[in-house]
């Protein structure tokens, strides 16, 4: 009996010794594995392309002139022209109360009533557009800050 007591305590040992080489093994290949995984990505940028993103950064560092508020959208073309007869047409309706902008968004000229903050201004504005342009709609834009004060202006 005492025979298989030492059997078995030698495949215990046996056991936990492997287990702790298996173990070293397998910690010595994944702190490996971390240093192979690891890559480091090499952008190769013209200086053109480099000019313009620092160009793009600076700006968006003073965007502090734009919030995101509300227009009233009133339609667009891809022409020129028809799309400024509608920003005149626009302008002689709300030129002294919200005021009328043409902006291009390639393709197409889209023209814009107001600059509200809130849409509930927008909201309380829309009946009395909808009266000359019924498909007259609010969206979600940036829009110039009101409380920004432009430092080229002092």
């Not at 025979?3 to 994944?30: E, M, N, P, Q, R």
Request: proline share 5%; charged share 25%.
């Amino acid at each position: 009996m005492k025979y298989i007591y030492d059997i078995c305590i030698v495949k215990k040992s046996f056991s936990l010794s492997h287990f702790k080489k298996i173990a070293f093994i397998v910690c010595l290949l994944l702190y490996n594995g971390t240093n192979i995984l690891r890559a480091q990505v090499v952008y190769d940028v013209t200086p053109s392309v480099d000019a313009q993103e620092k160009e793009r950064k600076s700006k968006n560092k003073t965007s502090e002139n734009k919030i995101l508020g509300y227009r009233i959208f009133l339609g667009f073309s891809n022409s020129r022209s028809e799309a400024t007869l509608l920003l005149t047409k626009a302008e002689e309706l709300f030129s002294s109360t919200y005021g009328s902008i043409l902006i291009y968004d390639e393709p197409n000229f889209k023209v814009y009533v107001g600059a509200f903050t809130t849409a509930i201004e927008a909201d309380a504005a829309m009946p009395l557009i909808n009266k000359s342009f019924p498909n007259a709609r609010k969206l979600r834009m940036n829009i110039p800050n009101p409380s920004f004060e432009n430092p080229n202006t002092k």
